[in-house]
């Protein structure tokens, strides 16, 4: 009987990691939610980022899609761990699928896990541009209200 499937997804898929959500209104949470045209399929990936260092502290992720999109998923929340943001964009779905060994009709799923990932870190980049500009705004409108 042919093996269809790597053992790593197979592992990843049976026994996921990092399953959950944070609060999306928390500033240091970015979320990426992103959708397959292909299959309909939809992943949602967050980072918890510490502001000083610009380091991923925390990830997490919900996956409705396939095993292979569940196991892509669950390999990126565990690369980004501990890394700064600007080495998670480089990630590359080509990485997630060798090393999940995927099949050409799988590497849509991967290509998913690395939009999402990319998405969170600009939502959260988003978030802290608004926040700073909240901030210096502040003192402006104290000083006419003055
Ligand atoms: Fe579409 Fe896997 S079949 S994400």
Sequence with gaps: KPRMYH???VDHYSN???VGSFDKKDPNV???????PACGDVM???????DESGKIVDA??????CG???ASSSVVTEWVKGKQMEEVLSIK???????LSLPPVKLHCSMLAEDAIKA????????RAKSNSIEEAAPVKKAADA
């Design 7 to 9: 053992e790593r997804v």
């Design 68 to 70: 292979s999109a569940i």
């Design 16 to 18: 996921p990691r990092n």
């Design 44 to 50: 949602k990936l967050q980072i918890r980022v510490d």
């Design 30 to 36: 970015g979320t990426g939610l992103v959708g397959a």
């Design 93 to 99: 779905n080509t990485e997630i699928a060798k090393h």
């Design 60 to 65: 997490c992720f919900k996956t409705f899609g």
């Design 120 to 127: 969170a870190v600009k939502d959260y980049e988003t978030k």
